[in-house]
């Protein structure tokens, strides 16, 4: 063990689980704030990628500042079409020029890297998107302030520097609702969008449960091409809700009822139709960092924290290495310590500080009726502090894409 300051105490609250009311949602990877994360994140991996190959480490950068203007859409049943375009502006900082050890100069082409992973990410995502005429997409990326890359680390130190004072949150376990609500968004954008093309990406699911009853309340775009009447609108809709019920079955011996579309009234005509997919189309902007954490869900009924995690660079930007770390320390103690219930994990930095020394590493826990904190904390001290002392392993799973970061 090391000298690290660790702290491990009760939490100042009882389990979320045994909470009268638990809200939680999720925006699905076609919410327009979701495509803003997803966007930054790609153009993240690509340009750290690129920095690899070209000269053999990461430089400064980072795009999370990325947004999304929506455009103008006249979807129809059987097949409409967007008026306006929507408009994607990826925007930060990036490393343009570099003089290695050797002296020699290396010009990296960041907007055409950005560019192409822009797009190759919308391509991969929303199907239903023509990337020839649906959107727009547009890259501005300045160079870095001198002071933050002295801090990012020109030099070889193993562990660099944190770039700025601020933390991550993290929680575990998964409460049955943020399970749940989590796992609809993901089935309804995977198995189930493969065999109903109809379904769009754009899928948000709120969860509230009130005791032991759980509303969940869907809202999926339907592409209008696919959905040739209001009586095939009707079927996939109905269609969602009984998967959705069904799924929850797997999920929770709660009572759970599913609302689905419910801003629909169809004697006026007025549903959800898309022409791509999106409520981008349509008047619905995005920005990163508007959407779900880290750990992909939105819980108020956690302690978050507020920093974008996409597009932030993942050698030392703590708002994206501490939110990711933070989540992983605790999923890691609630796999290996026995007895706890409910546990918090706060990371704080102190700008220029080797992020693997944590301003603070805060450590909140509801145990089991029976345990006590002084049963369990020297086992999750040791955790925590392993886990720190790896935290340079979140760098690389960030750029192989193993780690999610909405």
Do not use: W
């Amino acid at each position: 063990m090391t000298e690290r300051n660790i702290r491990v105490q009760p939490i100042d609250r009882g389990a979320v689980e045994d909470e009268t009311v638990e809200i939680v949602e999720r925006k699905g990877v076609g919410h327009p704030d979701s495509i803003c994360d997803g966007v930054a994140e790609h153009v993240s991996e690509a340009l750290a990628q690129a920095y690899l190959d070209r000269v053999g480490k990461v430089l400064h950068y980072n795009t999370d500042e990325t947004q999304l203007v929506a455009g103008t859409a006249a979807p129809a049943f059987g097949g409409g079409e967007v008026i306006e375009p929507v408009y994607l502006l990826v925007v930060g900082r990036a490393t343009k020029h570099y003089v290695d050890e050797t002296g020699t100069e290396h010009h990296i082409p960041v907007d055409a890297i950005a560019l192409e992973a822009a797009r190759d990410y919308l391509r991969e995502t929303l199907p239903a998107l023509d990337l020839e005429t649906d959107i727009v997409v547009d890259v501005r990326l300045g160079e870095g302030s001198g002071d933050l890359q002295e801090v990012f680390g020109e030099d070889e130190r193993h562990v660099p520097e944190a770039n700025d004072t601020s933390f991550g949150v993290g929680h575990a376990p998964l409460t049955e609702t943020e399970k749940l609500v989590f796992e609809t968004e993901r089935h309804l954008n995977g198995p189930y969008h493969a065999e109903h093309p109809a379904i769009g990406q754009d899928v948000k699911v709120m969860g509230k449960r009130e005791g032991d009853h759980i509303d969940l309340t869907v809202a999926v775009a339907l592409v209008d091409r696919h959905v040739p009447d209001i009586d095939a609108y009707e079927a996939e809709i109905e269609g969602v809700r009984e998967t959705v019920a069904a799924l929850a079955d797997d999920h929770t011996d709660r009572d759970v009822t599913v609302h689905v579309n419910t801003a629909d009234d169809y004697e006026e005509g007025s549903v959800y139709l898309t022409v791509t997919g999106t409520s981008a189309e349509q008047g619905d902007d995005g920005s990163v960092g508007r959407g779900n954490r880290a750990n992909g869900l939105i819980t108020p009924n956690r302690s978050m924290s507020m920093e974008a995690t996409s597009g932030k660079n993942p050698v030392n930007h703590i708002g994206k290495i501490y939110n990711l770390l933070s989540t992983q320390i605790a999923e890691s103690v609630v796999d290996d310590v026995e007895g706890i219930r409910d546990l918090r994990v706060r990371l704080l930095s102190q700008i220029g500080r080797p992020i693997d020394q944590p301003h603070v590493a805060d450590v909140h826990v509801v145990t089991d009726e029976g345990v006590a904190i002084a049963d369990i904390e020297a086992d999750v001290r040791e955790i925590v502090d392993a886990e720190l002392a790896d935290v340079t392993s979140i760098t690389q799973r960030v750029i192989d894409g193993e780690l999610t970061t909405f």
